[in-house]
């Protein structure tokens, strides 16, 4: 029972590097999300996309890339990375719009920038 | 522009008392809440929700509460384990449904 896996667990970058979070589920969902976690700021939606082939921004979109490679899959991009995107980002996945709004997240990627 | 605040960082609370979490929201067209839990390392998982045609909801030790017209919720454990230290997330959505918005969580510290 995988449900959402996110890869890297962890990751260090240098200010300006780039990388791909990684994220699949396998519960035949339709929605799946990238959220980023702060101290004090708690979850924070960078982008979803809430069927395959449709991506739309969150709260905080800037500095990130998104791409529904297909239903089990989205992932995340950070083209420049800056010390401003030291988080956590979990990855979560739901059945579709509309429904209960219960979601499933992943156990999470710690990136620290620079 | 916080729409949903959870303002207090932490409680501590002793085994077997009841444990009172509290979220509010700004936004009036919200009209469906949940509560998740987390622990360290692990991602959140969902816990509890209540739309807003309820104003509780009960599930076992936890029960949610909602109060429109204050735009208020929380969240009733009883009695606190100590598995229950977690922090706490509020989340609210509209319907139709297409992402959550989250509080800033509350840190919960049940000591035996």
Known sequence: N???TQTPKFQVLKTGQSMTLQCAQDMNHNSMYWYRQDPG???RLIYYSASEGTT???EVPNGYNVSRLNKREFSLRLESAAPSQTSVYFCASSEAPGNTGELFFGEGSRLTVL | DQQVKQNSPSLSVQEGRISIL???YTNSMFDYFLW???YPA???TFLISISSIKDKNEDGRFTVFLNKSAKHLSLHIVPSQPGDSAVYFCAASSWGFQKLVFGTGTRLLVSP
């Open chain 1, 2 to 4: 995988a449900g959402v």
């Open chain 1, 41 to 43: 700021m708690g979850l």
């Open chain 1, 56 to 58: 739309d921004k969150g």
């Open chain 2, 22 to 24: 509290n979220c509010d």
């Open chain 2, 36 to 38: 998740y839990k987390k």
């Open chain 2, 42 to 44: 692990e991602g959140p």
